[in-house]
T-cell receptor, first 111, second 115 residues
Framework: DQQVKQNSPSLSVQEGRISILNCDYT??????FLWYKKYPAEGPTFLIS?????DKNEDGRFTVFLNKSAKHLSLHIVPSQPGDSAVYFC??????????FGSGTKLNVKP | GAGVSQSPSNKVTEKGKDVELRCDPI?????LYWYRQSLGQGLEFLIY????????KSGLPSDRFSAERTGGSVSTLTIQRTQQEDSAVYLC?????????????FGPGTRLTVT
């Protein structure tokens, strides 16, 4: 049973526009969330995180929003750039060291 | 500096054979994780090492899977009597501590195909 779900396998956005990637989770005990970015033939790289005590965290063009009541997480990329084209994974943790990952959303930013 | 490396990058094996996958973490990282990603699925946690011990093996799918870590560094994941459902990309990650707040650095993965 998947505890973290990314229901959109792909997303296509025009360069300069906003990309919004969504993630839903089922376990109300999750208290730490991350987004990873993955290019082909490479391992995922950390992008941004958020703790459950916050509802927003921003890092440059990337902002993560957390809605605990809806058990929903989103990543906003503004403005989107062609180099952002990659697969994005969200992940959640309820305790010390174990993460649950979503299945990923492939973002394509068109020039 | 050097990142996490994994070998081989690709492995094709016949059903029933044993395979060994290797992970070299970033030097000095005490925590090491193994994940696998099957087609269309997310990363599935397999096992976590802190030093040479594995406090969390809960993700290993069956007793055909085992892992060890020696000298607090290199780790090998062994799959015995491989089955077609074992086909996946196996990813290794390391971090400088075992907490979730410590960034995990991933290797490029080993793509395992069982024919």
């Amino acid at each position: 049973d998947q505890q973290v779900k990314q229901n959109s396998p792909s997303l296509s956005v025009q360069e300069g526009r906003i990309s919004i990637l969504n993630c839903d989770y089922t376990n109300s005990m999750f208290d730490y969330f991350l987004w990873y970015k993955k290019y082909p033939a490479e391992g995922p790289t950390f992008l941004i995180s958020i703790s459950s005590i916050k509802d927003k965290n921003e890092d440059g063009r990337f902002t993560v929003f957390l809605n605990k009541s809806a058990k929903h997480l989103s990543l906003h990329i503004v403005p989107s750039q062609p180099g952002d084209s990659a697969v994005y994974f969200c992940a959640a943790s309820a305790y010390f060291n174990k993460f649950y990952f979503g299945s990923g959303t492939k973002l394509n930013v068109k020039p | 500096g050097a990142g996490v490396s994994q070998s081989p990058s690709n492995k094709v094996t016949e059903k029933g054979k044993d395979v060994e996958l290797r992970c070299d973490p970033i030097s000095g990282h005490t925590a090491l994780y193994w994940y696998r990603q099957s087609l269309g699925q997310g990363l599935e946690f397999l096992i976590y090492f802190q030093g040479n011990s594995a406090p969390d093996k809960s993700g290993l799918p069956s007793d055909r899977f085992s892992a060890e870590r020696t000298g607090g560094s290199v780790s090998t994941l062994t799959i015995q009597r491989t089955q077609q459902e074992d086909s996946a990309v196996y990813l290794c990650a390391s971090s400088d501590s075992g907490t979730v707040y410590s960034e995990q650095y991933f290797g490029p993965g080993t793509r395992l195909t069982v024919t």
